[in-house]
């Protein structure tokens, strides 16, 4: 990784964190990230990077909160790794141009291939689910059986 030799080389940009606490948000992302892949094998009955193409859309699970948990979790981890190294190079070649760059990626060919492949259901899935950021449910939306339902206040 270029960002990592060149931040060695040019210390000046380090950042003040401990270690272990990158290191303890490391181990997270990282079983995070095994959560995403093992979510996508059960569910979609594939494996990423077109190992395993998908047979069926992962809609459960942390594919019920967005579309693209495992690019979320690498995203992050690729952050958190330049906190752990303190270098503040790798954060910010993370941030501005690893990111943008698996983005655009994503939404220009997976998304398509995904719409090509399984047309309207998938269609329906990326109307529902965001593309990257989880969104928080309300009690009222998670609990399908109370939906249409009004309270009566008597004063």
């Known amino acids: 990784m270029a960002a990592v ?3 060695k080389e040019h210390p000046i ?9 990158s290191h303890f ?12 892949v093992l979510n996508l094998a059960i569910q979609g009955l594939g ?13 459960g699970w942390l594919y019920s909160r967005t579309r693209n ?3 979320l979790g690498t995203l992050l981890f690729a952050v958190v790794l330049g906190f ?14 690893l990111s943008p760059a698996w983005l655009i990626l994503v939404r220009v060919y997976e998304e398509r291939e995904l719409e090509l492949r399984f047309g309207e259901p998938y269609l329906d899935y990326k109307r529902q689910t965001p593309f990257l950021w989880p969104r928080v449910r309300s009690a009222k939306r998670a609990c399908p ?6 309270a009566i206040i008597r004063g």
């Open 13 to 21: 940009m380090t950042i003040p964190v401990p270690r272990e606490i």
């Open 145 to 150: 059986r109370d939906a249409g339902r009004t």
């Open 84 to 97: 752990w190294l303190q270098s503040l190079h790798v954060v910010l070649w993370a941030a501005a141009w």
């Open 47 to 59: 494996a990423p990077f077109a190992v395993a193409l998908s047979k069926r859309i992962a809609r």
């Open 69 to 71: 948990p495992m690019v």
């Open 25 to 36: 948000v490391l181990l997270a992302i990282g079983a995070f990230l095994t959560a995403t």
């Open 5 to 7: 030799g060149f931040g």
